[in-house]
């Protein structure tokens, strides 16, 4: 069965750039796997930020970006706000199935 | 506005099945888009569990497949989740959401949630 890979944890300063990236033990991930990203808060259901590696919803802040890099599935945030610590989980869809990744616990310190 | 909402019982003792109703609101569950289920053991990360199209189609996750069963009943506007064999480990919060369409692959309408506990 595909495991898919995030980093655990990563910390970021307040109006920094982070990048959260999600692999795929199946290889590359490529614009096939419909890369999704969602955040998720202490208590609450998860929210979709990115859908098809890079689209977003009306509701996702600007700063958040997505895009493939290095065979990877990538999250960018860029000018980090401290309402953005939370876990991120990526989703690929791949063989009729979904996977989900490990999630990425960001602090913003 | 789409919405969803979880119900069922809180309680199921182990080895007997878990079973949870997912009701949505404001669209259409016979649109194009499929529907699915999620869970979440407490303190833990993100399990999809299967997904479910009106005419019938279903997609599992193969380590869940043999014990789940996923359906849909337009008349209501609802689709349930049926996990039998329970055990501890089958203790989480369970989430429904809408899946994904023929041009847009995300969950992008999820439920609040609803913890399932597994007693032996």
């Known amino acids: 069965q595909t495991v898919v890979t995030q980093e655990p944890s990563l910390t970021v300063s307040p109006g920094g750039t982070v990048t959260l990236t999600c692999a795929s033990s199946?290889?590359?991930?490529?614009?096939?796997?419909?890369a999704c990203w969602f955040q998720q808060k202490p208590g609450q259901a998860p929210r979709s930020l990115i859908y098809?590696?890079?689209n977003k919803h009306s509701w996702t802040p600007a700063r958040f970006s997505g895009s493939l890099l290095g065979g990877k599935a990538a999250l960018t945030l860029s000018g980090v706000q401290p309402e953005d610590e939370a876990d991120y989980y990526c989703?690929?869809?791949?063989?009729?199935?979904?996977?989900f990744g490990g999630g990425t616990k960001l602090t913003v310190l | 506005q789409v919405q969803l909402q979880e119900s069922g019982p809180g309680l199921v003792k182990s080895s007997e099945t878990l079973s949870l109703t997912c009701t949505v609101s404001?669209?259409?569950?016979?649109?194009?888009?499929?529907w699915g289920w999620i869970r979440q053991p407490p303190g833990k990360g993100l399990e999809w569990i299967g997904t479910?199209?009106?005419?019938?189609?279903?997609y599992y996750n193969p380590s869940l497949k043999s014990r789940v069963t996923i359906s849909v009943d337009t008349s209501k506007n609802q689709f349930s989740l049926k996990l039998n064999s329970v055990t501890a480990a089958d203790t989480a919060v369970y989430f429904c959401?809408?899946?994904?369409?023929?041009?847009?692959?995300?969950?992008?309408?999820w439920g609040q949630g609803t913890l399932v506990t597994v007693s032996s």
């Open positions: 959401a809408r899946d994904h369409d023929a041009t847009i692959w995300t969950l992008d309408y």
């Open positions: 404001g669209y259409s569950i016979s649109s194009d888009h499929h």
């Open positions: 479910v199209h009106h005419s019938g189609s279903t």
């Open positions: 199946t290889g590359a991930v490529t614009s096939g796997y419909h």
């Open positions: 098809d590696t890079s």
């Open positions: 989703l690929l869809y791949h063989g009729g199935g979904q996977v």
